[in-house]
Protein backbone atom coordinates (compact mmCIF):
# COMPACT_ATOMS: atom_id res chain seq x y z
CA UNK A 1 0.00 0.00 0.00
CA UNK A 2 2.35 2.71 0.76
CA UNK A 3 4.44 1.65 -2.24
CA UNK A 4 1.91 2.35 -4.41
CA UNK A 5 1.15 5.85 -2.50
CA UNK A 6 4.70 6.66 -3.05
CA UNK A 7 4.58 5.71 -6.92
CA UNK A 8 1.67 7.80 -6.80
CA UNK A 9 2.66 10.77 -5.40
CA UNK A 10 5.60 10.52 -7.67
CA UNK A 11 3.77 10.62 -10.83
CA UNK A 12 1.98 13.71 -9.49
CA UNK A 13 5.30 15.74 -8.91
CA UNK A 14 6.51 15.09 -12.28
CA UNK A 15 3.67 16.40 -13.16
CA UNK A 16 3.70 19.34 -11.53
CA UNK A 17 7.19 19.56 -11.93
CA UNK A 18 6.05 19.25 -15.75
CA UNK A 19 3.54 22.20 -15.20
CA UNK A 20 5.76 24.40 -13.59
CA UNK A 21 8.48 24.23 -16.52
CA UNK A 22 5.99 24.36 -19.37
CA UNK A 23 4.68 27.62 -17.49
CA UNK A 24 8.12 28.93 -17.05
CA UNK A 25 8.83 28.38 -20.91
CA UNK A 26 6.01 30.00 -21.82
CA UNK A 27 5.59 32.55 -19.74
CA UNK A 28 8.93 34.46 -19.26
CA UNK A 29 9.75 36.99 -21.41
CA UNK A 30 13.12 37.53 -21.02
CA UNK A 31 14.23 34.86 -22.61
CA UNK A 32 12.27 35.67 -25.25
CA UNK A 33 14.18 38.76 -25.60
CA UNK A 34 16.17 39.03 -28.81
CA UNK A 35 17.44 42.71 -28.68
CA UNK A 36 19.86 43.83 -26.24
CA UNK A 37 18.30 45.72 -23.42
CA UNK A 38 20.21 48.87 -23.90
CA UNK A 39 18.75 49.12 -27.44
CA UNK A 40 17.18 53.03 -26.23
CA UNK A 41 19.44 54.26 -24.21
CA UNK A 42 22.40 56.47 -24.89
CA UNK A 43 25.32 55.21 -23.08
CA UNK A 44 27.46 58.79 -23.39
CA UNK A 45 24.82 62.28 -23.65
CA UNK A 46 26.80 64.72 -22.59
CA UNK A 47 27.82 65.73 -26.78
CA UNK A 48 23.96 65.92 -27.28
CA UNK A 49 23.24 69.60 -27.51
CA UNK A 50 19.38 69.19 -28.74
CA UNK A 51 16.09 67.55 -28.25
CA UNK A 52 13.02 67.73 -30.29
CA UNK A 53 9.40 66.67 -28.89
CA UNK A 54 6.83 66.21 -31.63
CA UNK A 55 3.44 64.91 -30.67
CA UNK A 56 -0.28 65.41 -31.10
CA UNK A 57 -0.05 68.58 -29.44
CA UNK A 58 3.19 70.20 -31.32
CA UNK A 59 6.20 69.96 -31.68
CA UNK A 60 8.61 71.92 -29.07
CA UNK A 61 12.95 71.75 -28.53
CA UNK A 62 15.28 72.13 -25.52
CA UNK A 63 18.55 73.38 -27.14
CA UNK A 64 22.06 73.90 -25.30
CA UNK A 65 23.66 77.22 -25.58
CA UNK A 66 26.98 76.58 -24.49
CA UNK A 67 26.25 77.19 -20.50
CA UNK A 68 21.99 76.66 -20.13
CA UNK A 69 19.97 74.89 -21.23
CA UNK A 70 16.42 77.07 -22.96
CA UNK A 71 13.25 75.97 -24.29
CA UNK A 72 12.81 76.83 -27.32
CA UNK A 73 15.49 78.78 -27.47
CA UNK A 74 14.11 81.54 -25.51
CA UNK A 75 13.09 80.49 -21.91
CA UNK A 76 15.62 79.02 -19.55
CA UNK A 77 14.90 75.55 -18.99
CA UNK A 78 14.65 73.62 -15.80
CA UNK A 79 18.14 72.46 -15.05
CA UNK A 80 16.72 69.92 -12.75
CA UNK A 81 14.81 68.26 -15.28
CA UNK A 82 17.15 68.36 -18.05
CA UNK A 83 19.43 66.20 -16.07
CA UNK A 84 16.47 63.97 -15.16
CA UNK A 85 15.71 63.32 -19.16
CA UNK A 86 19.70 62.39 -19.48
CA UNK A 87 19.70 59.96 -16.39
CA UNK A 88 17.03 57.98 -17.48
CA UNK A 89 18.07 58.59 -21.51
CA UNK A 90 21.32 56.86 -20.33
CA UNK A 91 20.06 54.37 -17.53
CA UNK A 92 16.36 52.93 -19.15
CA UNK A 93 16.72 49.51 -20.14
CA UNK A 94 14.07 47.22 -21.64
CA UNK A 95 12.17 44.73 -19.99
CA UNK A 96 10.52 42.68 -22.30
CA UNK A 97 9.11 43.19 -25.73
CA UNK A 98 5.06 43.91 -25.80
CA UNK A 99 2.94 40.98 -26.64
CA UNK A 100 1.47 39.99 -29.85
CA UNK A 101 -1.99 40.47 -28.35
CA UNK A 102 -0.89 44.15 -27.07
CA UNK A 103 0.90 45.03 -30.34
CA UNK A 104 -1.93 46.68 -32.42
CA UNK A 105 -3.01 48.62 -29.28
CA UNK A 106 0.13 50.16 -28.10
CA UNK A 107 1.08 50.82 -32.18
CA UNK A 108 -2.07 53.08 -31.90
CA UNK A 109 -1.37 54.73 -28.44
CA UNK A 110 2.21 55.30 -29.78
CA UNK A 111 1.13 56.21 -33.03
CA UNK A 112 -2.07 59.02 -31.82
CA UNK A 113 -0.63 59.70 -28.55
CA UNK A 114 2.68 59.22 -28.00
CA UNK A 115 5.82 61.27 -28.54
CA UNK A 116 8.70 61.06 -31.06
CA UNK A 117 12.16 61.93 -29.03
CA UNK A 118 14.65 63.00 -31.51
CA UNK A 119 18.18 63.76 -30.00
CA UNK A 120 21.01 65.72 -32.01
CA UNK A 121 24.90 66.43 -31.46
CA UNK A 122 25.71 69.89 -33.59
CA UNK A 123 23.40 69.06 -36.97
CA UNK A 124 23.48 65.45 -36.71
CA UNK A 125 20.64 63.49 -35.46
CA UNK A 126 22.18 60.69 -33.06
CA UNK A 127 19.01 58.90 -31.74
CA UNK A 128 15.42 58.54 -32.04
CA UNK A 129 12.39 56.53 -30.49
CA UNK A 130 8.81 57.08 -29.24
CA UNK A 131 7.58 56.89 -26.34
CA UNK A 132 3.83 56.48 -24.64
CA UNK A 133 3.51 56.11 -21.00
CA UNK A 134 0.46 53.93 -19.47
CA UNK A 135 -0.47 56.58 -15.91
CA UNK A 136 -2.39 53.61 -14.32
CA UNK A 137 -0.08 51.12 -14.56
CA UNK A 138 2.98 53.11 -14.54
CA UNK A 139 3.95 51.22 -17.70
CA UNK A 140 6.70 53.04 -20.17
CA UNK A 141 6.75 51.84 -24.10
CA UNK A 142 8.94 52.22 -26.37
CA UNK A 143 9.50 51.72 -30.38
CA UNK A 144 11.99 52.87 -33.18
CA UNK A 145 8.08 53.83 -34.87
CA UNK A 146 4.39 52.95 -33.83
CA UNK A 147 4.53 49.92 -36.73
CA UNK A 148 7.73 48.45 -35.27
CA UNK A 149 8.12 46.58 -32.20
CA UNK A 150 7.14 48.23 -29.47
CA UNK A 151 9.16 47.29 -25.59
CA UNK A 152 8.51 47.85 -22.23
CA UNK A 153 11.22 50.17 -20.62
CA UNK A 154 12.33 50.47 -17.35
CA UNK A 155 15.11 51.40 -14.54
CA UNK A 156 16.11 48.03 -12.94
CA UNK A 157 15.27 48.71 -9.14
CA UNK A 158 13.33 51.48 -9.51
CA UNK A 159 9.55 52.10 -9.76
CA UNK A 160 8.97 54.98 -12.14
CA UNK A 161 6.87 56.17 -14.61
CA UNK A 162 9.57 57.10 -17.24
CA UNK A 163 7.08 58.74 -20.03
CA UNK A 164 6.26 61.51 -17.79
CA UNK A 165 9.60 63.26 -18.57
CA UNK A 166 9.55 62.38 -21.99
CA UNK A 167 5.57 63.58 -22.26
CA UNK A 168 6.05 66.65 -20.41
CA UNK A 169 4.42 69.94 -22.87
CA UNK A 170 6.27 73.21 -23.76
CA UNK A 171 5.93 74.77 -20.11
CA UNK A 172 6.58 71.38 -18.23
CA UNK A 173 9.99 72.20 -19.55
CA UNK A 174 10.29 75.68 -17.99
CA UNK A 175 12.55 76.82 -15.05
CA UNK A 176 10.00 77.39 -12.31
CA UNK A 177 12.07 79.78 -10.33
CA UNK A 178 10.72 83.00 -10.66
CA UNK A 179 13.68 85.40 -10.02
CA UNK A 180 17.16 84.02 -10.75
CA UNK A 181 19.09 85.72 -8.05
CA UNK A 182 20.60 85.35 -5.07
CA UNK A 183 22.18 87.32 -1.69
CA UNK A 184 25.14 88.95 -3.96
CA UNK A 185 23.45 90.18 -6.50
CA UNK A 186 20.21 91.36 -5.38
CA UNK A 187 20.18 95.39 -4.99
CA UNK A 188 16.24 95.98 -3.73
CA UNK A 189 12.58 95.18 -3.56
CA UNK A 190 9.68 96.82 -3.85
CA UNK A 191 6.54 95.77 -2.68
CA UNK A 192 3.54 97.83 -4.12
CA UNK A 193 0.00 97.09 -3.39
CA UNK A 194 -2.63 98.90 -5.49
CA UNK A 195 -5.64 100.52 -3.48
CA UNK A 196 -3.51 99.80 -0.14
CA UNK A 197 -0.37 101.39 -0.91
CA UNK A 198 0.09 102.17 2.78
CA UNK A 199 1.06 98.90 3.46
CA UNK A 200 3.82 98.86 0.83
CA UNK A 201 7.46 98.96 1.68
CA UNK A 202 10.72 98.43 -0.08
CA UNK A 203 13.80 96.54 1.26
CA UNK A 204 17.19 98.00 0.12
CA UNK A 205 20.48 97.14 0.87
CA UNK A 206 22.45 99.92 3.34
CA UNK A 207 24.97 99.38 6.21
CA UNK A 208 26.27 96.20 4.91
CA UNK A 209 22.90 94.64 5.33
CA UNK A 210 19.29 94.91 3.86
CA UNK A 211 16.56 97.07 5.94
CA UNK A 212 13.25 98.80 5.17
CA UNK A 213 14.18 102.85 5.44
CA UNK A 214 10.90 103.91 6.23
CA UNK A 215 11.43 101.44 9.65
CA UNK A 216 13.91 102.43 12.04
CA UNK A 217 14.48 99.40 13.64
CA UNK A 218 13.55 95.92 10.90
CA UNK A 219 13.38 92.74 12.33
CA UNK A 220 15.99 91.24 10.87
CA UNK A 221 14.87 87.68 11.29
CA UNK A 222 11.77 88.33 9.59
CA UNK A 223 13.51 90.34 6.71
CA UNK A 224 15.77 87.49 6.32
CA UNK A 225 12.78 84.85 5.72
CA UNK A 226 11.25 87.45 3.30
CA UNK A 227 13.90 87.80 1.04
CA UNK A 228 14.76 84.12 1.01
CA UNK A 229 11.04 83.24 -0.27
CA UNK A 230 11.04 85.79 -2.79
CA UNK A 231 14.50 83.94 -4.40
CA UNK A 232 12.50 80.34 -3.69
CA UNK A 233 9.46 81.62 -5.12
CA UNK A 234 8.97 78.63 -7.41
CA UNK A 235 6.00 78.33 -10.41
CA UNK A 236 3.83 75.54 -9.73
CA UNK A 237 2.90 75.52 -14.00
CA UNK A 238 2.94 78.31 -16.52
CA UNK A 239 -0.56 78.76 -18.57
CA UNK A 240 -0.69 78.75 -21.62
CA UNK A 241 -3.36 80.84 -23.92
CA UNK A 242 -6.08 78.53 -23.51
CA UNK A 243 -5.68 78.94 -19.68
CA UNK A 244 -5.28 82.32 -19.84
CA UNK A 245 -8.58 82.67 -21.29
CA UNK A 246 -10.35 80.39 -19.12
CA UNK A 247 -9.12 82.41 -15.64
CA UNK A 248 -9.43 85.70 -18.24
CA UNK A 249 -11.99 87.10 -15.48
CA UNK A 250 -9.15 86.69 -12.32
CA UNK A 251 -6.69 88.07 -14.82
CA UNK A 252 -8.15 91.07 -16.30
CA UNK A 253 -9.28 91.97 -12.37
CA UNK A 254 -6.75 94.65 -10.76
CA UNK A 255 -3.55 92.55 -9.18
CA UNK A 256 -3.98 92.46 -5.54
CA UNK A 257 -0.04 93.03 -5.28
CA UNK A 258 3.40 94.12 -7.49
CA UNK A 259 6.66 93.09 -6.76
CA UNK A 260 9.89 94.91 -7.98
CA UNK A 261 13.15 93.08 -7.76
CA UNK A 262 16.02 94.60 -8.86
CA UNK A 263 19.72 93.45 -9.26
CA UNK A 264 22.74 95.07 -9.07
CA UNK A 265 23.54 95.27 -12.53
CA UNK A 266 20.49 97.79 -12.69
CA UNK A 267 17.92 94.68 -14.24
CA UNK A 268 14.29 94.72 -13.41
CA UNK A 269 12.18 91.72 -12.46
CA UNK A 270 8.38 92.03 -11.66
CA UNK A 271 5.82 89.82 -10.31
CA UNK A 272 2.38 90.50 -10.09
CA UNK A 273 -0.10 89.11 -7.73
CA UNK A 274 -3.86 88.16 -8.82
CA UNK A 275 -6.94 86.52 -7.85
CA UNK A 276 -6.84 82.55 -6.54
CA UNK A 277 -8.32 79.65 -8.74
CA UNK A 278 -11.54 77.56 -7.41
CA UNK A 279 -10.63 75.59 -4.15
CA UNK A 280 -8.26 78.39 -2.30
CA UNK A 281 -4.99 76.52 -2.95
CA UNK A 282 -3.42 78.41 -6.29
CA UNK A 283 -3.12 81.80 -7.23
CA UNK A 284 -2.34 83.30 -10.23
CA UNK A 285 0.21 85.66 -11.07
CA UNK A 286 2.67 87.41 -13.72
CA UNK A 287 6.08 87.07 -14.47
CA UNK A 288 7.88 90.36 -15.91
CA UNK A 289 4.16 91.47 -17.40
CA UNK A 290 4.23 88.68 -19.83
CA UNK A 291 3.92 84.78 -18.78
CA UNK A 292 1.03 83.74 -16.86
CA UNK A 293 1.36 81.14 -14.60
CA UNK A 294 -0.14 79.60 -11.04
CA UNK A 295 1.37 79.55 -7.77
CA UNK A 296 0.69 77.93 -4.26
CA UNK A 297 -0.91 80.15 -1.77
CA UNK A 298 1.08 79.10 1.12
CA UNK A 299 4.14 80.62 -0.50
CA UNK A 300 3.02 83.60 -2.16
CA UNK A 301 1.42 84.65 1.52
CA UNK A 302 5.01 84.48 2.35
CA UNK A 303 6.09 87.58 0.52
CA UNK A 304 2.93 89.15 0.78
CA UNK A 305 3.66 90.59 3.97
CA UNK A 306 2.57 94.31 4.82
CA UNK A 307 5.12 97.01 5.92
CA UNK A 308 4.14 96.75 9.69
CA UNK A 309 5.40 93.10 9.77
CA UNK A 310 8.34 93.56 9.86
CA UNK A 311 8.27 95.99 12.77
CA UNK A 312 10.40 94.64 15.52
CA UNK A 313 7.90 93.60 18.54
CA UNK A 314 9.46 95.84 21.09
CA UNK A 315 8.77 98.89 19.09
CA UNK A 316 5.79 97.64 17.09
CA UNK A 317 2.62 100.10 17.06
CA UNK A 318 0.79 97.55 15.56
CA UNK A 319 1.14 93.79 15.97
Same mark, same amino acid.
Not at 28 to 55: E, T
Not at 136 to 144: E, M, P, V
Given at each position: ?26 ? +?? =? ?79 ? +? ?10 ? =? ?38 ? =?????? #????? +? ?40 IPQTDSV ?5 ? #? ?27 ? =? ?32 ? #????? #? ?7 ? +? ?14
Amino acid at each position: MQKKRNIKLIFILVALMLSAVSAYFVT +RP =ADKLKVSRDIFSYDDPQAIDKVVFSGASGQHQLTFDGSNWKVGEVHKADPQRVSVLFAILKQMRVRRKVSRQQSDDIAERL +REAGTKVTFFEG =AGEVHEFYVWGDKDSGLTYLADTPESQAYIVEIPGYRSFL =AGIYQL #DKNGW +RDPLVFTLNWSNLSDVHVIYPGNEELGFTVEYADRFYAIAEIPQTDSVKLTDFL #DDVSLLFVNDFLNKNEQQQYSEIINDQPQ =ALFKVEDVGKNVYTLEIYGMLPGGKEIIGRIDST #DYAVF #DVAKVRKIM +RPKSYFIKKETADIK
